[in-house]
C-alpha cells in the first residue's frame, strides 16, 4: 500500500513538500509517479521518476517549479510557486520494474495506487 502525505493550503507562491511512501514493501525496483486530480477533471499526470531516480519527468505546465527526488524510503515532490491551477488531490503510484532507468508516463501502466493527498492553492 501506498501512502501521499504533505498537502495541505497554502497561498499563491507558496511551497509545499509531498512524500510517498510504501506500507509493507519498498519502493526498491518500482517507477514512481505523481498525479493529480481537480474536480471534474481527469486524472493527470505530474512528475514521474525512475527505480534509479537518474531518470525524471514533469508536465509542462509544472517544469520549473516541481522537483521529484527519491531516497531509500521514499519519493518526493516538491512544489514551489503553487499557483491556484496547482489545486487537486495528489496521487503517488508505482509500477514494478527492474529497469532502473526507464520513467513510466502513462498512467495505465501503474499498478499500485496512493489514497491521496489534497493540495489546495488559495489566490
Known amino acids: 500500500q501506498l501512502q501521499a502525505s504533505g498537502g495541505g493550503l497554502v497561498q499563491d507562491g507558496g511551497s509545499l513538500r509531498l512524500s510517498c511512501a510504501a506500507s509493507?514493501?519498498?519502493?526498491?525496483?518500482?517507477?514512481i509517479g505523481w498525479f493529480r486530480q481537480a474536480p471534474g477533471k481527469e486524472r493527470e499526470g505530474v512528475s514521474c521518476?525512475?527505480?534509479?531516480?537518474?531518470s525524471t519527468y514533469y508536465a509542462d505546465s509544472v517544469k520549473g517549479r516541481f522537483t521529484i527526488s527519491r531516497d531509500n524510503a521514499k519519493v518526493y515532490l516538491q512544489m514551489n510557486s503553487l499557483k491556484p491551477e496547482d489545486t487537486a488531490v495528489y496521487y503517488c503510484?508505482?509500477?514494478?520494474?527492474?529497469?532502473?532507468?526507464?520513467?513510466?508516463?502513462?498512467?495505465?501502466?501503474?499498478?499500485?495506487w496512493g489514497q491521496g493527498t489534497q493540495v489546495t492553492v488559495s489566490s
Open positions: 521518476i525512475s527505480g534509479g531516480g537518474g
Open positions: 503510484a508505482a509500477h514494478p520494474t527492474l529497469d532502473t532507468i526507464v520513467v513510466v508516463t502513462e498512467i495505465g501502466e501503474y499498478d499500485y
Open positions: 509493507g514493501f519498498t519502493l526498491d525496483y518500482y517507477a
